[in-house]
């Protein structure tokens, strides 16, 4: 099993429409989660983050943690064609040498005008 | 501004000529990574360093070197590349800690004929 494994993509929607990302993990003691956003050619850029259970919001974005699922999620409401990128979940963990931070392989997201 | 320079930026190379990717950050991390990134295979991780002089293995790190030799640089050489190592590399760092934000640097492409 993967560490860090994110939905099949590629994913479409329309504009406006609401993009639902989803991530599991399988190390109980992750501690930190993340979401990236990478456009075609580019580098991974920090979009969100979240260390508790609940929702974070910010913006147009929401993350979603439940710990006890290992489930992460990222919520993009009123989706712009400017979303249309690979999002990568990130998940850190606690380990002897010090934290690692592992990526998914990323869900391409298109959102179509 | 605080950034993560990697150079060069593209690199066309051939097999067995030995060829070293630099990367510096300007923020004072302690810790600094490199990753590859190829299609369907999402970000991995080649070396990491906790700190100066600390360098551990990540997921994939056959056929590259590192060093730590201070805080601000950490190289990626390549002592006799291949053609499996085309591939797209970041070069990333980050403060201590499990919330620390994973700073990416612009990536640099690399071809080996």
């Known amino acids: 099993q993967k560490e860090v494994e994110q939905n099949s993509g590629p994913l479409s929607v329309p504009e406006g429409a609401i993009a639902s990302l989803n991530c599991t993990y399988s190390d109980r003691v992750s501690q930190s989660f993340f979401w990236y956003r990478q456009y075609s050619g580019k580098s991974p850029e920090l979009i969100m983050s979240?260390?508790?259970?609940g929702d974070k919001e910010d913006g147009r974005f929401t993350a979603q943690l439940n710990k006890a699922s290992q489930y992460v999620s990222l919520l993009i409401r009123d989706s712009q064609p400017s979303d249309s990128a690979t999002y990568l979940c990130a998940v850190n963990s606690w380990e002897t040498s010090g934290s690692r931070l592992t990526f998914g392989e990323g869900t391409q997201l298109t959102v179509n005008p | 501004e605080a950034q993560v320079t990697q150079n060069p930026r593209y690199l066309i190379t051939v097999t067995g000529k030995k060829l070293t990717v630099t990367c510096s950050q300007n923020?004072?991390?302690?810790?600094m990574s490199w990753y590859r990134q190829d299609p369907g295979l999402g970000l991995r991780q080649i070396y990491y360093?906790?700190?100066?002089?600390?360098?551990d293995k990540g997921d994939v790190p056959e056929g590259y070197k590192v060093s730590r030799k201070e805080k601000r640089n950490f190289p990626l050489i390549l002592e006799s590349p291949s053609p499996n190592q085309t591939s797209l590399y970041f070069c990333a760092s980050r403060s201590q800690g499990p919330t620390g934000e994973l700073f990416f640097g612009e990536g640099s492409r690399l071809t080996v004929l």
């Open positions: 923020m004072n991390h302690e810790y």
């Open positions: 360093s906790m700190n100066v002089e600390v360098t």
């Open positions: 979240i260390y508790s259970n």
